[in-house]
């Protein structure tokens, strides 16, 4: 379980601010729009940055002092950081590794996650030769062999086209449910994961976060920016879902 309690971190003229609880093993999904404070949010969450006042709890454990290094996080950020001069292998293997040697049970768990993605035999490939959606299930290879219950995804898949998008979601959610993670991912594309989140979270202009348990929870009881940056002005249908 996840605590964000009363926290509170000012970026530039706005405060991030708010109160919720994340479930184990949920997926949840950060949304509201550019500049929120969706990536500020998750790096208080990893230990990138520190709440200026609040707590955040991981299984009521307050983790505000602990290093991203000890946190039980993993994080894929939106540009996937591959270094360009090394393989699939090492892109991956870092994660465990800093000088890149790696015993004979690291290279089989560099295998083993590699095939979990969909790229087992890319070992000797480099990032220039892959493709966008094939350099981020790298990115998430890597996140994943860290081997930590929570993985916070930075608007991974939004330099993807629809089909690549729904397609690296897909894999995405077999590994939340085979690895019973605790996922949390922000997005601008909403629409296309509603229907398989389990929470929501809603950033609005003035940094508050606003929490819910469904899609239609926060459709009908959250606040109406929420329903203006999902339509505009467009008319509004309420969801069954």
């Known amino acids: ?5 009363n926290v509170e971190r000012k970026v530039f003229d706005k405060v ?6 994340i479930p184990s093993y949920s997926l949840t999904a950060i949304v509201g729009r550019s ?31 602990l290093p991203p ?20 292998q090492n892109n991956i293997g870092i994660a465990l590794s800093a000088g890149l040697t790696f015993s004979e049970v690291e290279i089989r768990s560099i295998y083993d ?12 490939r480099y990032p220039d030769s892959l493709s966008v959606g094939e350099q981020q299930r790298v990115a998430l290879a890597r996140a994943l062999l860290r081997d930590k219950p929570f993985l916070l995804l930075d608007e991974p898949f939004s330099a993807c086209d629809p089909g690549m998008r729904k397609q690296l979601m897909s894999l995405l959610i077999g590994i939340h449910k085979t690895n019973k993670l605790t996922t949390i991912i922000s997005t601008h594309h909403l ?15 003035n940094g508050m976060l606003h ?12 606040p109406p920016e929420f329903r203006d940056y999902m339509y505009g002005n467009a008319l509004f249908v309420p969801s069954d879902n």
Not at 69 to 88: K, T
């Open 35 to 65: 500049g929120a404070g969706k990536t500020t949010t998750l790096h208080m969450i990893a230990g990138i940055i520190n709440p200026d006042s609040g707590s955040i709890r991981v299984n009521q454990q307050l983790v505000n002092d």
């Open 1 to 5: 379980m996840l605590e964000l309690l």
């Open 211 to 222: 929490y819910a348990e469904t899609y239609k929870q926060m459709i009908d009881s959250g």
């Open 69 to 88: 290094s000890l946190r039980p996080v993993s994080m894929l950020f939106q540009n996937h950081n591959l270094f360009p001069h090394l393989n699939v």
């Open 16 to 21: 991030i601010k708010g109160h919720c609880t």
């Open 191 to 205: 629409e296309e994961i509603k229907d398989v989140i389990h929470n929501l979270i809603f950033i609005d202009s």
């Open 113 to 124: 996650v590699l095939e979990n993605v969909g790229l087992q035999g890319y070992e000797q």
